[in-house]
């Protein structure tokens, strides 16, 4: 990581690996110091620390959605603050050109621009991940087979559109994440998400059905959305050192809304919830308006990945351990 400007990239839900964080934890004190941060807030409330679960597991529960979230948040920015602390840096002093995350991965971005404290992160993230967990448990979500989600390979954002015009029914099918070029994500009821399968199949594009507690980024989380911005409402937000990308608008939060950056923010993350995450298109903003050093902090490299299909030219280096 150099002293140039860095663009921050942070990972969303389904990043997360038994043992994430953990030789940060053991190369870093600063890394330690955030995990030991997030086991006192957190007390109790997941049935083993934070901590204890990114480090040995179980895999069931560390892939649950009501852990898996904070797990993912304080993993990234335990990666964050050794970094800046191998750089002396860890007063704010590097320079940064924009963050960005994956949906779940924007909270983390927010963090990480000054925009957010790390305590009223964790706190959203956690409430965030149980409201998605009882939102996909609900009767409504469970009409209809359940919530699920299918990513379609290969195909145009005109076809997924057009398959789930064609097999959504009576029942609710959306485009859900837009993660690349080809790589396209629907969400809804799992009996939709079966028709949109066999759409597909017509058009000779190759599915694949995600194991997933229920169908994120879609009208089925409405209830969701509704506790989150009741949790939003107790969040203070600052002004950011940098720009930091909407998922949902796939431009910097404020930028084009004519809102104050607080209100864009607190509108955008509730509306995260049910509309779909521009993950391509926020990398494509980004390639073509900010000039810096991309970096992806931990855990996985599953960011770098996508910007290899979405931006050949925009190289980003992955810290998933020191």
């Not at 921050?8 to 030991?36: D, H, T």
Request: net charge neutral.
């Amino acid at each position: 990581m150099s002293a140039s400007p860095t663009v921050v990239l942070c990972p969303g839900q389904g990043a997360q690996a038994v043992g994430m964080g953990k030789a940060w934890a053991e190369a870093s004190p600063e890394a330690r110091a955030v995990f030991a941060r997030a086991d006192a807030q957190l007390a109790g409330r997941l049935g083993a620390p934070i901590s204890e679960l990114c480090f040995g597991g179980p895999a069931e529960r560390l892939n649950q959605t009501d852990v898996s979230q904070p797990a993912i948040f304080v993993t990234s920015l335990a990666c964050w603050r050794a970094l800046l602390a191998a750089r002396s840096m860890g007063n704010g002093e590097l320079p940064l050109a924009c963050a960005a995350g994956l949906s779940l991965g924007e909270y983390t971005a927010l963090v990480v621009s000054g925009a957010m404290t790390f305590e009223d992160g964790l706190e959203l993230v956690t409430l965030r991940g149980r409201a998605m967990q009882e939102c996909a448990d609900s009767p409504e979500a469970r009409a209809g087979g359940g919530g699920g989600m299918t990513a379609l390979i290969g195909a145009t954002e005109e076809q997924a559109e057009d398959i789930c015009a064609k097999a959504r029914g009576s029942q609710v099918l959306v485009c859900a994440n837009f993660n690349a070029p080809g790589q396209i994500v629907l969400s809804g009821h799992k009996e939709a998400c079966a028709r949109a399968a066999g759409e597909a199949e017509k058009l000779g594009i190759k599915f694949s059905h995600l194991v997933v507690a229920g169908a994120f980024h879609s009208p089925l989380m409405a209830r969701a959305a509704e506790q989150l911005a009741a949790g939003l409402t107790r969040c203070t937000i600052r002004e950011p050192r940098c720009p930091v990308v909407s998922n949902v608008t796939a431009l910097p939060h404020a930028a084009f809304s004519g809102q104050d950056f607080g209100r864009s923010v607190k509108q955008r993350l509730m509306e995260q919830l049910t509309l779909p995450v521009r993950w391509s298109q926020s990398c494509q903003w980004m390639a073509a308006n900010v000039q810096g050093d991309f970096i992806e902090l931990a855990p996985g490299r599953t960011l770098s990945g996508l910007m290899r299909r979405i931006n050949k030219e925009t190289k980003v280096t992955s810290h998933d351990a020191p």
